[in-house]
């Protein structure tokens, strides 16, 4: 800070510059330099000079560190002004601590002008502070201990700052603070309790900081508060006994915290009360009905607690009350009809709670109501026509309930409404004509219901409507060509109904549009391309119907499209390859229609696609390499055409890819081991295919994949033993190729498996023993192959197993009897092998078995008689093997499609 030799005024030495100095200078004043207005003026007799803003950052400099350079007692000057020097000093500190530097509004600050004319400060006639306004002043960094040295502060506004830290002990040394205001900051820790000192406050606004710890009890000090303001933060604990003496209490606002316990039932008792809101946190137990008593509350919120029991009936009594809000609770029971005696209530908002019974029909006397809210509850029976009286009404909401019956028509007498919300109810019927007189309505949601008939005609003429959703109901007839009258229109939801017909051309004249989606109906014809004219279009969503002839290359000039979901229609023709200009799509269905052609390569130009599904089409050609492009996909389906060629490697870059679909085609060449790369894949399915070659060791990679389908190729070699690191595999098919070799141990590691099919190979030797540690497994499929040796006991504790088939093989050996414990199998398929001895007793315990297929052995004995309890057999198969003695006599009566009792030459035993 710059400086000056010499004096000012006469009386001081200064030196050329405070920087760096740490040295004590020393000041002999010839006559006080500060009076009660500041640094010039008169006091006693006495006119100051002005004094440099140097001189005075020296001047506090000194001050703090050897004391004050004067006081009133035994010097002549009074106390007031060694009392305006400790403000400045405070005022000073919190400029540093807080980077004054860069507050938003600092005129005056530091300058050697009275205090009150330091921006944001108020002084009395001593000169001294009363107030401090800063707030919204980019005040950071933590709050100075010297501010509770403002002994003469009436208001604190600290407010919509960046202040963090700890609240410093020393504000409650401001004995005389009336308004405290610290909201909106980053402050953090306990609030201290010598907030509790403060007996003069009215105010006390400490929201939207990061206060932790529990309510202090020492509030209930405060005799004179009014307004206490906690909201948004982290405090915790119940609402201490204590602050019932608060008894000037006007303002109690606690929402956005962590408190528990009930609430106290004494709230009742602070009948200057206006404003209670304790939303948003951990409160249980009942609403208690001694807050009917609150004769002056004109809001009470609170939703977002836990709150359970019956709404009381004293709340009717709230005369004043304008706000009630109750959402998302546990509220039980009926709505109390007491309700309707809140005349001046304007909102009522009872959503997503435990509510039964009817709509009491005493509501429709809120005449001053504005929203009335009730969805999400279990309310049942008809909406009340009394409604139609709340004519000052602006949103309805009653959806979520079991409402049913007819739309009342008197609803139509809602002039004023806006927001009409009644879907996922029972209701029924048509759409009353009435409601045409709702021209102010933006927004009508009436899906997920019953109602029936046509979309009528006059729905086209409400000029505010933005919102239609008439999905999933039962209407039938043709979309009304009038909707394309509703130039506001920003979505328009048909989804899932009975209409008919073509899609009217009208509908392009909605520019507006931002969804449409009339899908899941019967809708034909083909897709009208006046929709080009839906230039904000970013959802044309029309699968499941009967639409036909070709995609319109117009479809590429809606330059906000993100979703494009035809699937399941009967669209022809190639794939526009205008498609490719649709820089904003993510989603792009085009599957289970009959489209034909390659698929174009420039679809890898749509970095932003998540999801392309051109499924069981009739595309042919081979597969882009230039889909490797598209770094954002999750879901890659081709399956089902006719597409040849091999299996691009740039597939390999697809890393966000989670599924990907390319069997039931004619692709051929080896599996690409980039493949291996994918690290968030789920699923890979490249079946049916012509592909050769040996299994990429590299899959083993893929630790998130839960399907593996290889089946129905010709893939050879062995199975790589790096499957067995799979460790999230659920199914897992490899038959139908010509792998050979042993069938590697490593397998029997794969906890999650549920389905095992390795059928239709050249698989030899044993089966793993290490298999009989699969327990989650449902299918175990090892047949068609050159298996030998025994089969491992083990099997048996494969609890969950429903399929067993081990046939074509060459195993030999007995059948273990341990394979009588698997009790949810249905199919045991041990046919054409080498098997011996005789047929376990035990088998008998397998009574939800569908299939029994035995024949082809070297089985001996007689058959035991514990085979008669398998009564569900529809399959039973035992010929050409060396049986002998009785049939059991249970199976006279068996019912099945396929046997060979006949061939067994046997009789049923007697």
Known sequence: MPGATGSVGGMYSLPRTLAGSSRLVSVKPAFPLINSRGLQGSHNGFRFPTIARTALVLWLAVSATVGPVWTGQGSGVPTALADEASDRRALVALYQATDGERWRRSMNWLEDVPLGEWEGVT?????????????????????????????????????????????????????????????????????????????????????????????????????????????????????????????????LVLRDNSIGGLIPAWLGELADLQWLDLSYNRLTGDIPPELGRLDDLTVLYLSFNELFGDIPPELGGLSNLQILNLRVNRLSGSIPAELGRLGNLRIMNLWNNRLSGEIPTELGSLTNLRRLDMDSNNLSGEIPSELGNLTDLRELWLQGNQLSGSIPAQLGNLTE?????????????????????????????????????????????????????????????????????????????????????????????????????????????????????????????????????????????????????????????????????????????????????????????????????????????????????????????????????????????LTEVTEMRLNHNTLWGEIPAELGDLGRLASLNLEHNKLWGEIPAELGNLENLNELHLGSNDLSGEIPARLGRLLRLVHLDLSRNWLWGEIPRDIGALASLEHLNLRDNQLTEHIPIEFGGLTNLKLLDLSGNRLSREIPYQLGGLANLET???????????????????????????????????????????????????????????????????????????????????????????????????????????
Not at 805 to 812: A, E, T
């Open 123 to 251: 002084t009395d006639g001593d000169g001294q502070v009363t107030a401090l306004w800063l707030a919204g002043n980019h005040l950071s960094g933590e709050l100075p201990p010297e501010i509770g040295n403002l002994v003469e502060l009436r208001e604190l506004d600290l407010s919509g700052n960046y202040l963090s830290g700890e609240l410093p002990v020393e504000i409650g040394n401001l004995s005389g603070l009336q308004v405290l205001n610290l909201g909106r900051n980053h402050l953090t820790g306990e609030l201290p309790w010598q907030i509790g000192n403060l007996a003069e406050l009215r105010e006390l606004k400490l929201d939207s900081n990061r206060f932790t710890g529990p309510l202090p009890a020492v509030f209930g000090a405060l005799g004179n508060l009014t307004v206490l303001d906690a909201r948004d933060n982290d405090l915790s604990s119940e609402i201490p006994n204590g602050w019932r003496s608060l008894s000037r209490l006007t303002h």
């Open 417 to 653: 409404l806006e927001r009409l919300y009644l879907h996922n109810n029972r209701l029924s019927g048509e759409i009353p004509s009435e409601l045409a007189f709702l021209s102010k309505l933006s927004r009508l949601w009436l899906g997920r219901n019953e109602l029936s008939g046509e979309i009528p005609a006059w729905l086209g003429n409400l000029p505010n409507l933005t919102q239609l959703y008439l999905r999933s109901n039962r209407f039938s007839g043709e979309i009304p060509a009038t909707l394309g009258n509703l130039r506001a229109l920003e979505r328009l939801n048909l989804w899932n109904n009975r209409l008919t017909g073509e899609i009217p051309p009208e509908l392009g004249r909605l520019t507006n549009l931002r969804q449409l989606h009339l899908d899941a109906n019967d809708l034909s014809g083909e897709i009208p391309a006046e929709l080009a004219g839906l230039v904000n279009l970013e959802e044309l969503v029309l699968q499941d119907n009967r639409l036909s002839g070709r995609l319109g290359s117009w479809l590429g000039d809606l330059p906000n499209l993100q979703r494009l979901v035809l699937h399941d229609n009967r669209l022809s023709g190639p794939i526009p390859v205008s498609l490719a200009n649709l820089a904003n799509l993510t989603i792009l269905t085009l599957d289970r229609n009959a489209l034909s052609g390659p698929v174009p390569g420039g679809l890898g130009r749509l970095t932003g696609l998540v999801r392309l599904r051109l499924g069981h089409n009739q595309l042919s050609g081979g597969i882009p390499a230039e889909l490797g492009r598209l770094v954002n996909l999750t879901e890659l389906g081709l399956e089902h055409n006719d597409l040849i060629g091999e299996i691009p490697t740039e597939l390999g870059n």
């Open 804 to 910: 067993l088939n081990l046939q074509y093989n060459g195993l030999w050996g007995s059948i273990p009897k341990e394979l009588g414990e698997l009790t949810g199998l249905r199919h045991l398929t041990l046919g054409s092998n080498s098997l011996s001895g005789e047929i376990p007793a035990e088998l008998g315990m397998l009574v939800a078995l569908v299939e029994l297929n035995l024949g082809g052995n070297r089985l001996s004995g007689e058959i035991p008689a514990e085979l008669g309890e398998l009564a569900n057999l529809a399959y039973l198969l035992l010929d050409d093997n060396q049986l002998s003695g009785c049939l059991p006599a249970e199976w006279r009566w068996l019912e099945t499609a396929v046997d060979d009792l006949d061939d067994l030459g046997l009789e049923f035993c007697s």
